[in-house]
């Protein structure tokens, strides 16, 4: 018999971490790994206790429980505490400031040591990478937002951290230009094989970023997995609300299928009575006509049309989004189409549910 070998230990583990702050738990029994070159992303409202989860890892603030290690060692542990500048990891935050009397490339060279040509030679080829070669005589005053942040990146990859922190690294750019910057800061990062914790309260910054992403909510990691898995399987209503707007069917369970306007839906595992929320995504119901008196014509994972009125309909560029009234409740239920459709308010049309497109939760106490 063959010994496999032991997995490779991760470049950044986190084990347990917990921080209070007068008494408040803000950060409680985190723990995370993450593999060189893997973008983790920390993702949830303001408050959450994100930032905090950064400051203990970089080492600016210390945890009251757990551990932190890099490449399977300890750098901060009951007495352990490695100072934050010998952790060999590399911050990038939204309030980056270069040093603006320096020219970009002693930014970029600035805690580089070594014979003066290595370091030119090392900020040259950091700053070809991030396309800001040309303006490395530049002072920070004479770039743009979008090019002082590609500079900021190229200055913190500088000394080749194992580990990139970013706190709402993008937060300061308009919509294009952080876009572009994403994508080429993955690029570099994953080149680099750095191992990245992105701190972000946008659901969309973080799919687009991540390989794995942390879900918080009230100092504590909810959910964890690929941006596919925790959008498609939500574990909550509000995991479900977090990445995008959510319609929401009442029911109650009688002999493990719910009763709704929109048919049965299954509710496996939960007992009778139990008061249960369907959760659908606009995009997810679809919208039909009368077919001249015969009604709409749904497939069969779509289950029972349900009729209703439309209340207003909206033009959003790649999609439409259209309101309806629904017969049966009287409350308004949102269908997002990715086209042209702007049906007159007062129109009557069906709404049917992908089943497969549905999440059924147990209603908790709000
Ligand atoms: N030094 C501190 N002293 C007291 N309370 C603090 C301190 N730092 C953070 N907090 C509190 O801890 C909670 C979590 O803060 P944290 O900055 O980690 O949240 P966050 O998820 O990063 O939020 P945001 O996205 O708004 O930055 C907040 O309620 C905050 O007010």
Known sequence: MFESAPPPAA??????????????????????????????????????????????VAGVDRQDEGAVLVDGKPISEGALHVPPEERGIGLM?????????????????????????EIRARVETLLDKVGMRRHIDRFPHELSGGEQQRVALARALAPSPRIMLMDEPFSGLDDRLRDDIRDETLAVLKAEGTAVLLVTHEPAEAMRMADEIALMRDGRVVQHGAPYNIYNAPRDREAAAFFSDINVIEGVVEGALCDTPFGDFLTP?????TEVEIVIRPQHLRIDFDRGGRGPNPTKAEGTPAAGTVERARFLGASSLVEFRMDHDGEILRAQVPSVFLPKPGTRLWLMMRRDRCFVFPRRGR
Request: positive net charge; hydrophobic residues 35%; glycine residues 14%.
């Open 93 to 117: 935050f939204q309030d980056f400031a270069l040093f603006p009397h320096l020219d970009v490339a002693r930014n970029v060279g600035f805690g580089l040591k070594g014979p003066r040509a």
């Open 11 to 56: 470049r950044l583990e986190i084990r347990n971490l917990c921080r209070s702050f007068g008494g408040r738990r803000v950060v409680d029994d985190v723990s995370l790994k993450i593999m060189p070159g893997q973008v983790t992303c920390l993702l949830g409202p303001s408050g959450c206790g994100k930032s905090t989860t950064l400051r203990v």
């Open 269 to 273: 595992g939960l007992p009778d009575g």
